[in-house]
């Protein structure tokens, strides 16, 4: 069974930084990882991508975090990374972790993690 583990978040200052991971467990040996990566869901908003790293297609970042955050991976440890910086308080929201396989497609979420950017 496919889980995924956040760590990270919490309370920072705008103009500060965090750092996300996300552990990836009970994968198989033959699983067929697309993509890797992290969403957010603000208050009463819809959840909407951060950033992800694309098997054979490098890096996708939404316009909004670009220059300020970095997803990588450590695919020997199946465990993706999120750095934060120069934070804002429009980044405040829940981050979760998301996976995606072939075939069969398949989504996966972590249980998300809060991130809340205030003075």
């Known amino acids: 069974q496919v889980r995924l583990v956040e760590s990270g978040g919490g309370l920072v200052q705008p103009g500060g930084s965090l750092g996300l991971s996300c552990a990836a467990s009970?994968?198989?040996?033959?699983?067929?990882?697309?993509?890797m990566g992290w969403y957010r869901q603000a208050p009463g908003k819809e959840r909407e991508l951060v950033a992800r790293?694309?098997?054979?297609?490098?890096?996708d970042y939404a316009d909004s975090v670009k220059g300020r955050f970095t997803i990588s991976r450590d695919n020997a440890k199946n465990t993706v990374y999120l750095q934060m910086n120069t934070l804002r308080p429009e980044d405040t929201a829940v981050y979760y972790c998301?996976?995606?396989?072939?075939?069969?497609?398949?989504?996966?979420w972590g249980q998300g993690t809060q991130v809340t950017v205030s003075s």
């Open positions: 790293i694309i098997r054979g297609a490098g890096t």
């Open positions: 009970g994968l198989g040996f033959n699983i067929n990882i697309n993509a």
């Open positions: 998301h996976l995606e396989v072939l075939y069969p497609f398949r989504r996966f």
